[in-house]
T-cell receptor, first 111, second 113 residues
């Protein structure tokens, strides 16, 4: 089992819809969770981080964390074509104090 | 602030050649990291430096060495490049380890023939 798993996609949504990106992790002791956006040929860009169970909202983005079920999700409301990118989930590994990345989900938002 | 900068942006090496990838940050961060990104493999940690003067191996350290030159600079050296090291290399930094988020440089695209 991979430490951090994401569906590779692509996830296709129409402009204006809600995009839902999911991530599961295996380290039950993980305490911090990050979402990065990566455009093709560019570097990962931090979108949000979340530490506590529940929801955290920032503009059109909402991160949701459920530690009991070991999953974290990212919702993008009012999706725009400019949101088309690969979204990377990263989880801090409690044993080695490092971030473990998923392989990413490719999101395509069609006009 | 430039954030995290990397040089070079692109490099082509022949098998057996050596090179050093440079990374610098101007955010006064304590921790710095080197990752490689390959299709289908995601980002994998090569080496990291929790603070100036310390370095530690990550998930895929074989074939690489690092130097934390000072608080700002963290370099990655390939002593004898192999085709398996063809990848995109990212440097990142964070305030410290633990809960802190990491910020990435623009990357170096390396091809070893």
């Amino acid at each position: 089992q991979k430490e951090v798993e994401q569906n590779s996609g692509p996830l296709s949504v129409p402009e204006g819809a809600i995009a839902s990106l999911n991530c599961t992790y295996s380290d039950r002791g993980s305490q911090s969770f990050f979402w990065y956006r990566q455009y093709s040929g560019k570097s990962p860009e931090l979108i949000m981080f979340i530490y506590s169970n529940g929801d955290k909202e920032d503009g059109r983005f909402t991160a949701q964390l459920n530690k009991a079920s070991q999953y974290v999700s990212l919702l993008i409301r009012d999706s725009q074509p400019s949101d088309s990118a690969t979204y990377l989930c990263a989880v801090r590994n409690t044993g080695f104090q490092k971030l473990v990345f998923g392989t990413g989900t490719r999101l395509l938002v069609s006009p | 602030n430039a954030g995290v900068t990397q040089t070079p942006k692109f490099q082509v090496l022949k098998t057996g050649q050596s090179m050093t990838l440079q990374c610098a940050q101007d955010m006064n961060h304590n921790s710095m990291y080197w990752y490689r990104q390959d299709p289908g493999m995601g980002l994998r940690l090569i080496y990291y430096s929790a603070s100036e003067g310390t370095t530690d191996k990550g998930e895929v350290p074989n074939g690489y060495n690092v130097s934390r030159l000072n608080k700002r600079e963290f370099s990655l050296r390939l002593e004898s490049a192999a085709p398996s090291q063809t990848s995109v290399y990212f440097c990142a930094s964070s305030v410290g380890q633990g809960l802190y988020e990491q910020y990435f440089g623009p990357g170096t695209r390396l091809t070893v023939t």
